[in-house]
C-alpha cells in the first residue's frame, strides 16, 4: 500500500482501536478515527476524527468516503437476534469501495451452537461475503479486563472478580492491534482470506494476574469470588440477553475455550506476545492513581 492510501479505524476510543490508531499513526500512515464522540478523542497528530454510530447507518457513508482499508468492530450487546452494526459498517465500506476489512471477531468465532457462534457467524459472513478482502482476528479475553478492578483496588484490598480461578490466556490488545496494523498494511496478500486466533503468552487466572498487580501497587491484594447468582445479575445489569448469560457461563464453567496458548501473535509479528506484567505496568497509572 502507499502512504496516500486512508485507513479507517471504527471504535477509535476502545482498548484495541486506541492503540491501533497509534501505531498506525507512528508509521506515518494516513488515519481515520471513528468514534460516536468526536470531541472526547484524543488522538496523535495528523489523524483526523470522525463521527460515525453503527446504530445510525446514515452516519456512516461520510465517514467511508475515501477510505481504502478499515478495521471493524462492534460493541453491539449479544442477543438471540442477528447483529445489525457490523452489517451496517460492512455495507458502508462495500459502498465506498474500500478494498481490505480487518474485523474484530471473537475466539471461536461462528464456532459451535450457542448464541455467540451464532452470532459472530453471522457477523463473519457478513465480511466474508462482501466481496472484498477480509481478514478476521479472534481474539480471546484481553488484559485490559484487569482495568475494571482499578476501583475496587483504589478502595482498598478486597477485589471482587468473577470466575477468578479459572485459566486463561489473556491477551494485550496493543498485540492485537499490531496484529491488524501488520494486516492492513500488508502489500503481499500474506493476510487475504485469513483468520487469526489471538492469545497471550502464558495461562494465567484472574488470581494470578491480581497477584502481579499487588506486586505492582505493594499492597497484599485479596481476591472475592462472588457467588454465581451475583455474576448474572451483574451481566444482566450490563445490558446482555439471559441467552448470551447462559451461554456466557456455559462457556466458562463447562468448557476449556480460552485456556489454549496459541501462536499466531508471534508467527505475524515475529516476536513473542507481551506478558500481563509487562501490560500491567504499562498502565501503572491506572491502578496507583485512581482515586474511588
Known amino acids: 500500500m502507499t502512504d496516500t492510501e486512508v485507513i479507517l479505524v471504527t471504535g477509535a476510543s476502545g482498548h484495541v482501536g486506541g492503540e491501533l490508531v497509534a501505531q498506525l499513526a507512528a508509521t506515518g500512515r494516513r488515519v481515520r478515527a471513528m468514534t460516536r464522540k468526536p470531541h472526547d478523542l484524543t488522538v496523535p497528530a495528523g489523524v483526523e476524527v470522525v463521527a460515525g454510530d453503527a446504530a445510525d447507518p446514515a452516519s456512516l457513508p461520510e465517514a467511508f468516503t475515501g477510505v481504502d482499508r478499515t478495521f471493524l468492530m462492534s460493541a453491539e450487546n449479544v442477543t438471540a437476534s442477528r ?15 474500500v478494498r481490505h476489512l480487518v474485523l474484530l471477531s471473537v475466539l471461536q468465532g461462528g ?27 479472534r481474539p480471546g479475553r484481553f488484559m485490559s479486563n484487569a482495568l475494571a478492578w482499578a476501583p475496587q483496588i483504589a478502595r482498598g484490598d478486597d477485589v471482587v472478580i468473577p470466575f477468578a480461578h479459572r485459566p486463561t490466556t489473556s491477551i494485550d490488545p496493543a498485540d492485537i492491534a499490531a496484529v491488524a496494523a501488520a494486516a492492513l498494511t500488508d502489500t503481499a496478500g500474506r493476510h487475504d ?34 457467588p454465581l447468582e451475583q455474576i448474572r445479575a451483574g451481566m444482566a445489569r450490563g445490558g446482555m440477553s439471559e441467552a448470551a448469560i447462559d451461554a456466557a457461563l456455559a462457556r466458562t464453567l ?19 506476545a507481551r506478558p500481563f506484567a509487562a501490560w500491567a505496568a504499562a498502565h501503572r497509572d491506572a491502578f496507583t492513581g485512581v482515586r474511588p
Open 83 to 97: 447483529p445489525t452494526h457490523l452489517p451496517a459498517l460492512v455495507d458502508a465500506a462495500v459502498r465506498a469501495g
Open 254 to 272: 463447562d468448557s476449556d475455550v480460552g485456556t489454549e496458548v496459541l501462536p499466531a501473535v508471534e508467527r505475524v509479528l515475529g516476536r513473542p
Open 193 to 226: 482470506g485469513a483468520v487469526h486466533p489471538l492469545s497471550g503468552p502464558a495461562v494465567m487466572t484472574p488470581a494470578e494476574e491480581l497477584t502481579a498487580l499487588a506486586t505492582l501497587v505493594a499492597r497484599p491484594l485479596r481476591v472475592v469470588e462472588p
Open 111 to 137: 464456532e459451535g451452537g450457542d448464541v455467540f457462534a451464532a452470532w459472530w457467524g453471522h457477523s463473519e459472513r457478513s465480511v466474508a461475503e462482501s466481496g472484498v478482502r477480509t481478514t478476521v482476528l
